[in-house]
């Protein structure tokens, strides 16, 4: 089915640990987004990606990273993961008009301890 | 500062019981605004863009408007299956980003 696939859908990781979360999408979009959704504090956007080989920070790009190799793949990095990084994480493709809105993930839940 | 704000936070309705969610934005800019639900555990599904003032879209029990300041959710005979969370969000001009309301908690009982 076309549309916006993450992987993993759930991760615990330890203070200090890294790793990154990989966004997916089928459908030639040129945008790219990375969003984190806390209770009450609504989406808020980390990174995103107008194209290919492309990259800008959003509202709280503290302590992430991201890389947009190809086309396809939108991948967020975490360095040294925090307590505060605890969230769902959203990823979003959108094509280059807005009619249509943008397409999410189903999200990865990410705790760390 | 550019800024969406949803009422009310939580909504709790009968069947058959309709009603408005309301999203007023203080932007500069507007270039779009979008209508999103949002069920447990999963992410946002898109529902409607309003460009300009006076513009409304429809789908089955929903239909969304927009004014100048703000936009509104009508939930005519609202069903239980209708229970979610809808998510507001703007796209300005000049910008390749969402601003996102935090959400209407619709619950809907038989």
């Known amino acids: 089915n076309a549309g916006v696939t993450q992987t993993p859908k759930f991760r615990v990781l330890k203070t200090g640990q890294s790793m990154t979360l990989l966004c997916a999408q089928d459908?030639?979009?040129?945008?790219m987004y990375w969003y984190r959704q806390d209770p009450g504090m609504g989406l808020r956007l980390i990174h995103y990606s107008v194209g290919e080989g492309t990259t800008a920070k959003g509202e709280v790009p503290d302590g992430y990273n991201v890389s947009r190799l190809k086309k396809q793949n939108f991948l967020l990095g975490l360095e040294s993961a925090a307590p505060s990084q605890t969230s769902v994480y959203f990823c979003a493709s959108r094509d280059v008009g807005t009619r249509y809105g943008y397409t999410f993930g189903s999200g990865t839940r990410l705790t760390v301890v | 500062e550019d800024q969406v704000t949803q009422s009310p936070e939580a909504l709790r309705l009968q069947e058959g019981e309709s009603s408005s969610l309301n999203c007023s934005y203080t932007v500069s800019g507007l270039r779009g605004l979008f209508w999103y639900r949002q069920d447990p555990g999963k992410g946002p599904e898109f529902l409607f863009t309003l460009y300009s003032a006076g513009e409304e879209k429809e789908k089955e029990r929903l239909k969304a408007t927009l004014t100048k300041k703000e936009s509104f959710l009508h939930i005519t005979a609202p069903k239980p299956e209708d229970s979610a969370t809808y998510l507001c969000a703007v796209h300005l001009y000049n910008t390749d980003k969402l601003i996102f309301g935090t959400g209407t908690r619709l619950q809907v009982f038989p």
């Open positions: 459908m030639n979009h040129e945008y």
